[in-house]
């Protein structure tokens, strides 16, 4: 489990300073019980840091979606933001309740990495996110 120390020595390593902004982002994600849109994540980041514009908001969003500390998972045309508390993983996504699930691992990972070697390319990160709809909703639509 990925820790808000851990995110902060991770933005260190990449070179970047640690501001007061970035650990009241950091530690709203970390308390957060599901991903977050950037409206209630900014709501929430004023209350620990103060008067925090959408600006500085984005700015710091992509420096830790740069880093891999933050995933980005598009939900009904909205962005939802998350801590990237495991290794690399991918999500399943109810388009109707906008229920999202975590896959703990990469069904994918060897397969992205050979695809792009026979195409002389290095993947160094990808993303995967599976829409559909849970079992409830699926239920819900048949009726």
């Known amino acids: 489990m990925i820790s808000a120390e851990s995110v902060i020595e991770e933005i260190k390593n ?25 409206s209630t994540l900014l709501a929430r980041v ?7 514009s959408p600006d500085t908001l984005y700015r710091n969003l ?17 962005d939802l933001f998350e801590l990237n508390r495991c290794a ?7 388009l109707e309740c906008g229920r999202i699930t975590c896959l703990e691992d990469c069904p994918l990972q060897d397969e992205v ?10 993947a160094v990160r990808h993303v995967f ?14 009726s």
């Open 14 to 38: 990449s070179g970047y300073k640690v501001t007061a902004q970035r650990k009241a982002i950091i530690h709203v994600l970390v308390v957060a019980d599901r991903p977050l849109p950037a």
């Open 46 to 52: 004023r209350r620990v840091a103060g008067n925090v």
């Open 62 to 78: 992509d420096l830790l979606l740069e880093i891999g500390a933050v995933n980005r998972i598009k939900v009904r045309g909205r």
């Open 88 to 94: 690399h993983h991918h999500h399943l996504i109810c």
């Open 113 to 122: 990495a050979e695809y792009a070697k026979g195409h002389e390319f290095e």
């Open 129 to 142: 996110d599976v829409y559909g709809y849970c079992n409830e909703c699926k239920g819900k639509r048949r």
